[in-house]
Nanobody
Framework: QVQLVESGGGLVQPGGSLRLSCAAS????????MGWYRQAPGKQRELVAV???????NYVDSVKGRFTISRDNAKNTVYLQMNSLKPEDTAVYYC???????????????WGQGTQVTVSS
């Protein structure tokens, strides 16, 4: 069984920074893409950032230049450094990963439990 455990959310003032972490544990052969999604109240879940196994990254336009996604493959962990936070960044942030658990080929999608990020003065 694979688990994704997130940490690092909280309350921060506008202009502040937070760093989210998400660690995968369990029977893992390899991890492909890893990403962060967010869901604000009354809105659909949206992709914030993704990083491939080759360290290619992509971001939603609204966070480009402010957020940075990275990963530590030795620790099966993905990070999201969030700078210059705005009230509109307030949401529950979810970690997502494509993980092979039975062999090197077949990938399944896993989600973290979510961590609240609130940007408010």
């Amino acid at each position: 069984q694979v688990q994704l455990v997130e940490s690092g959310g909280g309350l921060v003032q506008p202009g502040g920074s937070l760093r989210l972490s998400c660690a995968a544990s369990g029977r893992i052969f390899r991890i492909n893409d890893m990403g962060w999604y967010r869901q604000a109240p009354g809105k659909q879940r949206e992709l914030v950032a993704v990083i491939t196994s080759a360290d290619y990254t992509n971001y939603v336009d609204s966070v480009k230049g402010r957020f940075t996604i990275s990963r530590d493959n030795a620790k099966n962990t993905v990070y999201l450094q969030m700078n210059s936070l705005k009230p509109e960044d307030t949401a529950v942030y979810y970690c997502n990963a494509e993980i092979a658990t039975t062999d090197w080929i077949r990938l399944n999608e896993y989600w973290g439990q979510g961590t609240q990020v609130t940007v408010s003065s």
